[in-house]
């Protein structure tokens, strides 16, 4: 588990260039949740990102959206909700 402040990356997100800051600990948790979904790290962002604008009153930015659904996930991988 690697701690430590947020790291900025660029992705692509439908053909758009866009930058995310996550702490290290999201950004692996994030990558192994895209290869345990058989996705390119980009397309599971991009899932998220539509998932966020889909949901009303959901997370006002991207990068709450992915802390917020790596959470989520966290919860119903030890049965939680």
Do not use: C, Y
């Not at 701690?3 to 996550?22: C, D, F, N």
């Amino acid at each position: 588990m690697a701690l430590g402040p947020p790291t900025k990356r660029s992705v692509t997100i439908a053909g758009h260039e866009t930058s995310i800051s996550l702490e290290p600990i999201f950004w692996e948790a994030l990558e192994g949740a895209a290869k345990k979904h058989g996705l390119p790290l980009n397309a599971l962002i991009a899932r998220i990102d539509v998932d966020r604008l889909d949901t009303p009153g959901g997370a006002p930015n991207l990068t709450s959206a992915i802390r917020q659904w790596l959470f989520a996930k966290a919860l119903q991988d030890r049965g939680g909700e």
